[in-house]
């Protein structure tokens, strides 16, 4: 992953998913590394995925790991059961994890990126809710108006925004996050739009 939202000075010090976590020197490279996006992270009951049991907006560097603001490893409330973890990016199709066994002893790391199978799927009914890009499993392109589901309405603002010829934006329609909409954009959205995948849990 790249962080050209970074170094074109387009990433918001203020979080987009209105937690009030803020990070002044978020631009800064020297600062606070190579820095993709914002991202929330969700933990939730493993049996009733919808109840969440806490948030936090992160960031997400250019290796896939997510840290605080300053730096540090997250750090959640003391957990006392088993929970899930659910993966919010501002244009991509929300992730949730299978159940992580809680022992209240150890520090925690999930990948979803070895395998489909690390994205919890119900049954058949529901399409695989990660994408095979450059041999590792990740999140869905292309969730612009982030209603659970990657349609023809997400598919026309990318459209609408390529048209326009965006340049140096932080814009949901710019799904590759290089800062500008254009035709990788839309290749991205046509994919994704073609297998229609919507995301176990709906917005809420």
């Given amino acids: 992953m790249r962080n050209d939202l ?10 987009p998913y209105n937690s009030g976590a803020t990070f002044q020197n978020i631009n800064n ?3 606070a ?3 993709v996006d914002w991202i929330k992270v969700e933990l939730r009951k ?16 250019s290796d896939g790991t997510l840290v605080q603001p300053d730096g540090s490893a997250p750090k959640f409330g003391q957990l006392t059961h088993d929970f ?3 993966l919010k990016h501002r244009n991509h199709l929300l992730v949730l994890s299978n159940v992580i066994d809680e022992n209240n002893s150890e520090a925690y790391s999930y990948d979803f990126s070895p395998a489909s199978e690390l994205a919890y799927v119900p049954d058949a ?9 450059g041999g590792k499993w990740s999140m869905w392109a292309g969730d612009c108006d ?3 589901g990657i349609d023809v309405t997400d598919h ?3 459209k609408v925004a390529g048209g326009k010829s965006l340049t140096n934006v932080y814009d949901s329609s710019d799904l590759n996050l290089d800062g500008k909409v254009d035709a990788s954009d839309l290749a991205l959205m046509q994919a994704s739009n073609a297998k229609a995948p919507f995301s176990i849990l709906s917005e809420n």
């Fill in 156 to 158: 026309n603002k990318v």
């Fill in 46 to 61: 493993p049996n009733s995925p919808y109840d969440i049991i806490e948030t936090r907006s992160l960031l997400l560097k």
């Fill in 125 to 133: 009914l529901y399409h695989a809710q990660l994408a095979l890009t």
């Fill in 84 to 86: 899930r973890v659910t």
């Fill in 146 to 148: 982030q209603d659970g």
């Fill in 6 to 15: 970074q170094t074109a000075g387009l990433l918001p010090v203020n979080d």
């Fill in 29 to 31: 490279v020297a600062t």
């Fill in 33 to 35: 590394g190579k820095v």
